[in-house]
């Protein structure tokens, strides 16, 4: 029985190899195995790099402070060429105007005449022919002439339009010459002027 069962498992055995090498051998020489499928790379849709969007520093724009309005004066003045003259001779006024800066005063009537005294007047207007007048501009000059003896003031007087940054309003100055003296003609006091010699010492 044992070696009938032997004899089986050998017979067995033998088929199976038999079996295998059949296989093998018709499978023809030289057949390549099945290729494995190739990988395709697929792009990836994220960005290496992130960008940074970090803003700038944004420039404060800080108000500047609103320039002063000019404050507005105005000084006249009137000045006697000289303070002593005699009848028949002339007399030059000068009469002036300064204004602060950034402002204007623009004069529409200038007047110079003589302070009111009693009787005749001691001067008479030469040029300009009048009391007042639109001054061209400043200095402006005037020439009178002295009729009589005696001793009088000028007064000057300006009306116009003053202007501080486009801010107009009317204004006027006034200004007083010092007194000029009128001497009878051939009367006026002349000085002699004697000069002085002097050697210098060795």
Do not use: K
């Not at 500047?64 to 404050?71: F, M, N």
């Not at 005749?120 to 009391?131: L, Q, S, V, W």
């Amino acid at each position: 029985m044992n070696r009938l069962l032997r004899a089986l498992l050998v017979l067995l055995g033998g088929s199976v190899v038999a079996l295998a090498a059949v296989a093998m051998l018709s499978q023809p020489v030289g057949a390549a195995r099945p290729a494995a499928p190739a990988l395709t790379a697929t792009p990836s849709n994220t960005p290496t790099g992130t960008p940074t969007d970090t803003p700038t520093a944004t420039p404060t724009l800080t108000p500047g402070t609103p320039a002063a309005t000019p404050e507005f004066w105005a000084s006249l003045s009137i000045t006697a060429g000289q303070t002593v003259v005699e009848v028949g001779q002339t007399l030059a006024l000068t009469v002036d105007l300064e204004v602060s800066e950034g402002c204007r005063f623009g004069v529409m009537n200038l007047t110079v005449r003589e302070e009111d005294t009693p009787g005749e007047p001691y001067f008479a207007h030469i040029d300009p022919a009048d009391d007042t007048i639109l001054p061209g501009g400043f200095p402006s000059r005037w020439t009178f002439r002295a009729l009589q003896p005696g001793s009088a003031r000028f007064n000057a007087y300006a009306f116009g339009e003053g202007d501080c940054d486009m801010g107009f309003f009317w204004h006027s100055e006034g200004a007083w010459s010092e007194r000029v003296l009128v001497l009878p003609a051939g009367e006026r006091p002349y000085r002699v002027w004697l000069p002085t010699v002097s050697r210098l010492m060795p």
